[in-house]
């Protein structure tokens, strides 16, 4: 069954559970000697629905906290101006951060928040992505825990959006429908 405007699946429910739970794998066998509070960043909103999902899969004790940043807007590309529009609640000054993003691709807007986190003195900081997109990387981001790499295609589904449209969607899917 397809979203008006997704008509074709780019990974199933089945899929995206069994990327989760390895990455939730993953990152316990990380973390789970470290003497640091951890604390899970994600940003929102696109990385709600599999940051609750993977913080379930992760079997070490942690916090959790949010970070809103804006670069699409209706837009199906990134303007590269990158807006804080809800900053962390937690200091995470001496603590391990895992941030947490839904998708990266050029890493413009992503780069921006990791050299901004950085400069607020973590013990470490690594980053979890459950979609990466290489092939449209202008600027490099190291990282630690890639779920799937995928094709150039603009996704949407499980969180990811168009114009604030199939964050709802249970699967993730190539968005072919009209740009407003």
Known sequence: MSEQGLEKTLLSKEEIAAIVKQLGREITDCYKKSDKEL??????????????????????????DFLTISSYGDNTVSSGDVKVVMDLDESITGRDVLLVED????????????????????ASLRICTLLNKPSRRKVEVNIDFCGINIPDEFVCGYGLDFAQKYRNVPYIGIYEGPVE
């Open 103 to 122: 998708i990266i691709d050029t890493g413009n807007t992503f780069s921006k928040v990791v050299r901004m986190l950085e400069g607020r003195d973590p």
């Open 39 to 64: 604390i899970v960043i994600g940003l929102l909103r696109g990385s709600f629905i599999f940051m609750a999902d993977l913080v379930r899969e992760i079997k070490c004790p942690m916090v959790t």
